[in-house]
C-alpha cells in the first residue's frame, strides 16, 4: 500500500532530551516535507527537501533539524526539546513539481514536551 | 506572503443538505489547491486537487471550484452524511514552490 509512515505516533519525553521522529514513503517521491500543527495556528511548514542531500527552511525551522541521505526517508529532529514544541507533527511527501502532484500526509506524530 | 482564510470556522448542518465550504487566498500565483479533510486527532486525507489551469474538479459528491484571479475556491458536498463530520482544510501550493499554505479550516458537522 503507498503511503507515508511516520514513528512514534505518541511521544512524551522531558524538556532538553535529544529525539527524532522518522518519516518513510514507499511511493519513490521526490519531495517531502515535515508541518507542525497548533490550535488557532494551523499548518506550518518546518523544513523540506527537494531530492536526497537537498534541505531547506520553511517557515518554522527554529529548534528543528532534518537530514535526507535517502530518497524515502526524511527524520526530524529535536537536539533539545522545549515545551513550546509540543505539538502535532506531520509528514508530506509528493512525486514531483509538476502541478498534477498533490501531496500525501503521513498519520501525524503527537509529541509533549514537559 | 500567501494567507487562506476559510469561512465559516464552523457549520452544522442536517443530514441530506447541500453545502458549500469557502476558501481565499491572497496570492493568485499558484499552482494549485488541495482540499483535505482531517478527522480529530488525525492526519490529513486528501479530497481533491485542481490544478492553476483547472475551474473544477470532481468526485463522487464533492466538487471544487477554483477562481484564481479572484483568489477563491469553493468546496461544494452534496447529499451531506454524517460521516462526512470532519474539519475541512484548503491549500493552496505557491507557483515555483512545493509549500502549501493552510487554512485554518472549517469544522463540519452533519446532524443524522
Known amino acids: 500500500e503507498a503511503q507515508v509512515t511516520q514513528n512514534p505516533r505518541y511521544l512524551i519525553t522531558v524538556t532538553g532530551k535529544k529525539l527524532t521522529v522518522t518519516c518513510s514513503q514507499n511511493m519513490n517521491h521526490e519531495y517531502m516535507s515535515w508541518y507542525r500543527q497548533d490550535p488557532g495556528l494551523g499548518l506550518r511548514q518546518i523544513y523540506y527537501?527537494?531530492?536526497?542531500?537537498?534541505?531547506d527552511k520553511g517557515d518554522v525551522p527554529e529548534g528543528y533539524k532534518v537530514s535526507r541521505k535517502e530518497k524515502r526517508n526524511f527524520p526530524l529532529i529535536l537536539e533539545s526539546p522545549s515545551p513550546n514544541q509540543t505539538s502535532l507533527y506531520f509528514c508530506?511527501?509528493?512525486?514531483?513539481?509538476?502541478?498534477?502532484?498533490?501531496?500525501?500526509f503521513g498519520p501525524g506524530t503527537r509529541l509533549t514536551v514537559t | 506572503k500567501q494567507e487562506v482564510t476559510q469561512i465559516p470556522a464552523a457549520l452544522s448542518v442536517p443530514e441530506g443538505e447541500n453545502l458549500v465550504l469557502n476558501c481565499s487566498f491572497t496570492d493568485s500565483a499558484i499552482y494549485n489547491l488541495q482540499w483535505f479533510r482531517q478527522d480529530p486527532g488525525k492526519g490529513l486525507t486528501s479530497l481533491l486537487l485542481?490544478?492553476?489551469?483547472?475551474r473544477e474538479q470532481t468526485s463522487g459528491r464533492l466538487n471544487a471550484s477554483l477562481d484564481k484571479s479572484s483568489g477563491r475556491s469553493t468546496l461544494y458536498i452534496a447529499a451531506s452524511q454524517p460521516g462526512d463530520s470532519a474539519t475541512y482544510l484548503c491549500?493552496?501550493?505557491?507557483?515555483?514552490?512545493?509549500?502549501?499554505?493552510f487554512g485554518k479550516g472549517t469544522k463540519l458537522s452533519v446532524i443524522p
Open positions: 527537501s527537494m531530492n536526497v542531500e537537498v534541505t
Open positions: 485542481i490544478q492553476s489551469s483547472q
Open positions: 491549500a493552496p501550493r505557491g507557483a515555483g514552490s512545493y509549500q502549501l499554505t
Open positions: 508530506a511527501s509528493s512525486l514531483g513539481a509538476g502541478t498534477i502532484y498533490e501531496q500525501y
